[in-house]
């Protein structure tokens, strides 16, 4: 469950950062029905399910391989490696909770707001707010996947330390 989890999900946030979010920005208007239609599929409500389920698998895992916490296995080199692993996936879990998710949810929000009757000057702020919005996520995810390619590799080198 923990290998998978961790795969969907540090794949979904490669994905989502690297790919998806840089189309729909370059789309304009048109990215939002784009996310729209990605939102109704729920990806933001899975992504942060399957991170969850990831990080308390992987605290059920470091308590089992530690013993119930020991603290003599938590300061050996592969203890600390996982633990660190850990660390950063919980940040970037946070981060992806507290900026990226907010960040991307507004954006959309804004941008399906564009079909409605506006005026062209309003029209001309909302995008200037949804495309603030769009580069808060986008950096935001950035370092989210940089913080869970970390996370990763100190989960499959720590048994090698």
């Known amino acids: 469950m923990h290998i998978l989890g961790a795969v969907l999900w540090v794949g979904m946030m490669f994905f989502t950062t690297f790919f998806l979010l840089p189309a729909v920005q370059e789309t304009g208007p048109e990215g939002g029905k784009v996310m729209g239609a990605v939102q109704r599929r729920g ?9 969850l389920t990831t990080i308390l698998s992987g605290l059920w895992l470091y308590w089992r391989v530690s013993l119930g916490f020991e603290p003599a296995y938590m300061r050996s080199a592969t203890g600390m490696t996982l633990g660190a692993g850990g660390l950063l996936a919980i940040v970037a879990y946070v981060l992806g909770l507290a ?9 959309m929000t804004i941008m399906q ?8 000057e309003e029209r001309q702020e909302r995008m200037r707010q949804a495309q ?13 996947a940089g913080m869970l390619l970390l996370a990763a590799a100190a989960m499959a080198v720590a048994r090698y330390l």
């Open 132 to 144: 603030r919005l769009r580069a808060r996520s986008v950096l935001f995810g950035r370092i989210v």
């Open 113 to 120: 707001s564009l079909s409605g009757a506006v005026s062209e």
């Open 99 to 107: 900026v990226v998710r907010p960040s991307m949810m507004g954006a």
């Open 43 to 51: 990806i933001m409500t899975i992504l942060p399910v399957i991170a």
